[in-house]
C-alpha cells in the first residue's frame, strides 16, 4: 500500500527548484494518532487521484500552537507560530490545506498578524473545489444511498463560517444526508477543543461527546461523518460507550470519498 | 398658586434626568477602567452590524417565540416613547395634548400607541407566563436566584404597570374619548368608569397621568442597577462588537515583543535601554481582575440582560458543569459596580479590597471547563462575547500563575520539547507514510 502513494516533501520539491501547487499541512494528529493516520493517507490517495501536485513540510512541521493558545499559553503558541511562519516563508508557501479545523483557523486567522500570510483551506473545501474544476470525481459507490449525518466541527463551522463544503461533498456521494437537531451555526462540540482533548473534563453530570453522539444516533444514521481528527477521535468514544460500533461508523469526509472509490 | 403643578412636573423631571446622568457618567466612567482596544476600524460594517442586530433585532428571532414578542416590546418600547415628548411638554406648560390640534394624524399616532400597548402588555404577560409558570430552563439556573430573578420580575410588573396607566390615562380622558379617534383600545375600556362622576373620573385620569409619567423617570433611573440597561447598551455593543471570525483569538502584542527579542540572533538581552527608552513596567500577561479586561467587554458586562441563551447552548453547561457563560458576564459586571463603588468611597482611587474577579467570582473550574466552540458567542444576541473572557483569565492563569491543570502542562511541554501535544519526536512525524 505505501508503495502506492506519492508523499513528496518541501525539501525535495525546493532540490528541484520547484513549488508544489499546495502545501498539505499534516497537523499533530495526522501524523500521530493511529486513526487520523487514516484519514490523512485517504486524503492523500484523493490528491494523487487528481495529480495535484502537493508537498509535506514532514518533520519540519510542527504544532501550530492552537492547543497551547487555547489554554492561555500565549508565549508558546507564538513561539511554535514564529518559528513555523520562517519555515514556511523560507518555502514560499502561497496556499495551504489541512484536514484538521484546529490547524485550519490557527494558521488561516491568527499566523497574518506574526507575518504569515497564506492561502488556507479546509480539506473539504479544497476537495470540492478540485471537483468544481472537474479535477475529480466523485461516486457514491458502496454509501450510496446510506444515511449519513454531519457533525460540525467548531473551529470549521461557526469559528469560520464553513458549513456548506462537507455537506455538498456528502451529496455527491448520493448519500441521504440527515441533519441533527444541532446541525451548522448551533452545532454541539465534540468536547475536544478548546485543549479539553488533553485534559480530563471537569465534573458534570455527562460528557460532552456522550451528549452529542446521542444527537447523532437519535437521526439513525449509519455513517457519522466528520470533518476534523478530534472530533473523529470523541465521536468515535461516544459511539463505543454507546455500544453501536458495530451499527455506526465515524468516518472523516476524506476516507468516505476515497473508500467509495476504493482507493 | 396655577404653577403648582408645572413647577413640581419640571423639578421632578430634573431631578429624574439628574440621578440617570450622574449615573451614566459613572457607568462610563467604569466602562474606561477597562483596557484600551482598537475598534477604530472598518466603520461602515461596524454601523451595518448595529442597525441589523440591535436595531434589527435579527439575532433575537433566531429563537422564533421570545424574539416575536421581544420585538413587539420592543417596537412598542420605542414608538410609545414618542407620547412621552407630549406627556413632558403638557407637564411643563401646563396644557393638555397639545399635539392634539394637529388632526387626523394625532388619532392615528395615538391609535398606534394604544394597539402597541395592548400588544406590549400582553408580550409581558407571556414572558411573565415563560418565566414563572412554564419555568423555561435557562430562567431558573444557579445564578437566576435572588437579585437576578427579582429584577427580572420587577421589570415584567413595571412594564405592565406603565402600559395599563397609559390604556387608563387615555380611557378617563373625557375630552379624549369624545374625540373619538385614536381611541381604539381605551374606548373598550372608559366604559369600566362610565359610572363614576365627572370629577372622580378626571382624579383618576389625572393620577394615571402623574403616575405613568413618574413611573417611567423611575424606570429611566431604575436601568442602571438593573440587567435592563440593554435597551441601551445593546447599540454600542453590537457596533463595537468583533468583527474578525469568531475562530481568531487575539494574539497578544506584548508577548510577540518578547518572542520576536527570543527569536532576534542578535539581539542582545542584558543591553541597557537605548537612549530615552522608558523603562516600562512589564505588562500583566491576562486577567486577573476587571481593569485586566478591555472596556469593550466591560460594556459586554453592563450590556448582558441575562437572557440566558448562551448558557443554554454552553456544551459543559448542558453537561452539567459549573461554567455558566451567562455567569461569567454576571460576574464580570458585579465586580466592575464593585470596583466602581470602592472608587466612589475613596475619592476617585481604588483601593485595594482584597478581592478580584478572580476566584472571588470566577472559579477555576469553570474556566477550565471551556471548550473555546463559541456557541455562546453565536448565541448572544446582542454581540457579547464570554469567550475572550474566559481566554484572557486563562491567560492569567498560564503565564502569570503557571497554574494549569497538570494534564494541560504535561501537553505544553510536549510542544515546546517535540513540536506535538503528545510525547512523539518530531523525527517521526512522516513515519505515517510508511506504515
Partial sequence: ????????????????????????????????????KKITKAFVKLLNKANVEFAVLGTEESCTGDPAKRSGNEFLFQMQAVTNIEVLNAYEIKKIVTACPHCFNTLKNEYPSLGGNYEVMHHTQFLKSLLDDGRLTIAGGKFKGKRITFHDPCYLGRANNVYEAPRELIQKLEAELVEMKNCKRNGLCCGAGGAQMFKEPEKGSKDINIERTEQALEVKPEIIAAGCPFCNTMMTDGIKVKEKENDVAVMDIAELIANAQDL | MNYLPNILFAVALIIGLGYFI?????????????????VSDNKSQRWKNMAMIALGQSKMVRRPIAGLFHVIVYVGFIVINIEVLEIIIDGLFGTHRIFSGIGTIYG?????????????????????????????????????????????LNILYFEMVLMSLFLIMNATDVSFQEMASGNIISQYIAPWFSNLPETTVHLIERTAWWVHILGILVFLNYLYFSKHLHILLAFPNTYYGSLKPKGEFNNLEAVTKEVMLMMDPNADPFAAPAEGEVDEEPAKFGASDVQDLNWVQLLNAYTCTECGRCTSECPANLTGKKLSPRKI?????????????????????????GKQLLDDYISREELWACTSCNACVEACPVSINPLSIILEMRRYLVMEQSAAPNELNMMMTNIENNGAPWPYNQMDRLNWKNE
Avoid at chain 2, 117 to 143: D, G, Q, Y
Fill in chain 2, 108 to 152: 392615528l399616532l395615538i391609535g398606534i400607541f394604544e394597539v402597541l400597548a395592548i400588544l406590549v402588555l400582553i408580550a409581558v404577560i407571556v414572558f411573565w407566563i415563560r418565566r414563572m409558570i412554564i419555568r423555561v430552563p435557562r430562567f431558573w439556573s444557579k445564578e437566576m436566584t435572588k437579585w437576578p430573578k427579582n429584577d427580572a
Fill in chain 1, 1 to 36: 500500500m505505501s508503495e502506492a502513494i506519492k508523499i513528496p516533501t518541501m525539501a525535495q520539491f525546493m532540490a528541484e527548484g520547484k513549488q508544489p501547487e499546495v502545501l498539505f499541512w499534516v497537523g499533530c494528529a495526522g501524523s500521530f494518532d493511529d486513526r487520523a
Fill in chain 2, 329 to 353: 458576564m454576571m460576574d464580570t459586571r458585579d465586580r466592575l459596580e464593585e470596583v466602581g463603588k470602592n472608587i466612589d468611597a475613596n475619592k476617585g482611587e481604588f483601593k485595594d479590597d
Fill in chain 2, 22 to 38: 450622574r449615573n451614566i457618567k459613572k457607568l462610563i466612567r467604569n466602562i474606561k477602567l477597562g483596557q484600551d482596544i482598537d
